[in-house]
Structure formats: C-alpha cells, structure tokens
C-alpha cells in the first residue's frame, strides 16, 4: 500500500526480526537450565526465577548479569566458582552473539541499501545486558543511526517510552516520519502504533520458520499490522509496504 506521505526512516525489533538465535541455538538447548547446570543450582527452580526476573534485566543495566548469578548462587547457597560462573554467562548469551556476529549476508546487504537511498535506520530491542554485550562487534551496528537498548533506558516494548527514546537519537525526526518493523514479540506492533509511528509492519522471516510460534499466532500478530513482508528485502520496494 502506498504512503498518504513521504517517511524518512525506519526502526527495527532486533532478536528475530534483524538476526535470529535460534539459527545457532539446539533445538532442545535451553539457556537459563544450561546455566543452572554449570553453577550445580536447582534446575528447576532457577528456571523459574529467572524466568520471572525477565521484565527486570530488560529494564535495568543494574544488577549485572554476573551479580544476578552470584545472588541466586546465595539465596540457593551455593558457593560461586568463577571459572562455572564464567561458563554459566557463556551458556546464557551465547547463541545472541553468534546472531549479532553472524547475521544473514541478506539482511547486511538490505540494510546498506536502505542507507544508500537516505533512509535513517533505528533499533529499538528488549533485551538485558548480556544479550547484546556483543552489539559493538556486530556488522549490523555501524549500519544504525539510532539504538535503543531496554536494559540501558528504563523502559521496554510496548511501552511508547521505549519508542519514542529514539527521536533524541535521530536529532528530532519524528515517529510520524517513521515506519516499525517487528516480529511481533511482546506486543510491540500495538505498542508502535500507540508510540506514533507512520507505518507497523509485521516481519515473518524467521519467525514463520523458527518455531518458536504456531502459525495461528503470527497470523494474529500480521493483523496487528498496516503491511507484513517475508523478508527484509522487501523494504527494498516501499510499493509493498
């Protein structure tokens, strides 16, 4: 569908919909048992808390990964080993730097066209500290304009805060300028819609193949959306979207 008018930039999710950890991670491979195995806590119950101390991590940069480790080894009274607890960290943030080192030749070569017709390009990712202590490494970096981390602001998707930190980052462009392009995670296309942005745009590339969704959720996720595209290349003909 064409634009009622002209957008000058475009804002993405990261994890799954820029790179994909799962094209690195084990089917069966679950990162915070595998750290609970190193550190010898309780599988279970571990799991479980850092489970529920998700919305935490992606909103603080304090306490470190590294802190919050040695707390759970205390409250499970556990002595910390730091060779274990240095595997523990590597078992939990491996398969996002693998992502952020490694993304798809694709998506590379999408992005440095859009940058080659003008377009500012921005990130906005939930994510905690350790899983993007790998971003500066990453040949997607130097490709942005505008990055907001979660962990680093305060406040994540769906929030319009989280959103809007970009305007800042992009010297006053406004989001009314702007197109979103997400996997769907955490309510973020609703969420950008409320932040403001011109266009919301569903991105099925690896979510559609990962398996980590059923096909009648990302359907749901796709009518949240102005436009859905199957790759990124198809930013390449703003026709599409």
Same mark, same amino acid.
């Given at each position: ?15 799954? @919909? ?32 850092? @489970? ?11 306490? @470190? ?5 040695? +707390? ?15 595997? +523990?960290?590597?078992? #939990?943030?491996?398969?996002? !730097? ?7 030749? =694709?998506? #590379? ?19 905690? !500290? ?23 602001? =305060?406040? +994540? ?19 009314? !300028?702007?197109?979103?392009? =997400? ?11 409320? !932040?403001?942005? +011109? ?43």
């Amino acid at each position: 569908m064409p634009h009622s008018e002209p957008l000058r930039a475009i804002a993405f999710d990261l994890f799954h @919909t820029l790179v994909d950890p799962e094209d690195f991670r084990p089917k069966e491979f679950r990162r915070a048992r595998a750290a609970a195995e190193a550190l010898g806590l309780p599988v279970e119950e571990f799991d479980r808390s850092w @489970t529920a101390d998700h919305p935490d991590r992606t909103t603080h940069l304090r306490p @470190t990964i590294d802190e919050r480790l040695r +707390a759970y080894c205390e409250r499970f009274g556990v002595a910390v080993d730091p060779i274990r607890l240095a595997d +523990a960290i590597e078992r #939990l943030e491996r398969h996002q !730097a693998l992502a952020l080192r490694q993304p798809r030749a =694709g998506t #590379l070569d999408t992005l440095r066209s859009l940058r080659e017709r003008g377009w500012t390009l921005g990130v906005v990712s939930n994510c905690d !500290a350790g899983e993007i202590r790998y971003w500066s490494e990453s040949p997607l970096a130097p490709l942005f304009d505008a990055v907001v981390f979660s962990c680093a602001i =305060g406040y +994540a998707k769906p929030s319009v805060e989280a959103y809007r930190a970009l305007v800042p980052r992009w010297g006053g462009l406004p989001l009314s !300028a702007a197109a979103y392009v =997400g996997d769907g995670s955490s309510d973020e296309l609703a969420g950008a819609r409320r !932040a403001g942005f +011109a266009r919301v745009i569903f991105q099925s590339e690896f979510v559609a193949r990962n398996g980590l969704r059923s096909a009648a959720a990302n359907e749901l996720l796709r009518q949240d959306a102005d436009a859905s595209i199957d790759g990124l290349a198809e930013l390449l003909d703003p026709t599409r979207w």
